[in-house]
Nanobody, 126 residues
Framework: QVQLVESGGGLVQAGGSLRLSCAASGRPFSNYAMAWFRQAPGKERELTAAYSWNAVNLYYADSVKGRFTISRDNAKTTVYLQMNSLKPEDTAVYYC???????????????????WGQGTQVTVSS
């Protein structure tokens, strides 16, 4: 079992930066595909950034490419989402998720992720 706890959300002005953290307990992230999803009010949860189980392949949604970076620490107990040049449309609850699937690329489907954090709110003001 893996327990995930997000932190780092908050209120920021457009153009600013935030770094989200996802701390794992139970076991290291080794061999887990990891992802950040986000869900804005009235919208479906969408995959924002992810990496495959071996951390070789990364995925970024077109809307965040060049602005967001997913990474993990060497001890493989924390996953980060560095968010730069934030826009009001980035406002959402951000969720960390883990998947045991060993696919070539990062799993793209919501249902592929069996472990979820509670979410952290990010609000970007204009």
């Amino acid at each position: 079992q893996v327990q995930l706890v997000e932190s780092g959300g908050g209120l920021v002005q457009a153009g600013g930066s935030l770094r989200l953290s996802c701390a794992a307990s139970g076991r290291p992230f080794s061999n887990y595909a990891m992802a950040w999803f986000r869900q804005a009010p009235g919208k479906e949860r969408e995959l924002t950034a992810a990496y495959s189980w071996n951390a070789v392949n990364l995925y970024y949604a077109d809307s965040v490419k060049g602005r967001f970076t997913i990474s993990r620490d060497n001890a493989k107990t924390t996953v980060y989402l560095q968010m730069n040049s934030l826009k009001p449309e980035d406002t959402a609850v951000y969720y960390c998720a883990a998947s045991t699937l060993r696919t070539v690329g990062a799993p793209m489907n919501f249902g592929a992720y069996g472990y979820w954090g509670q979410g952290t709110q990010v609000t970007v003001s204009s």
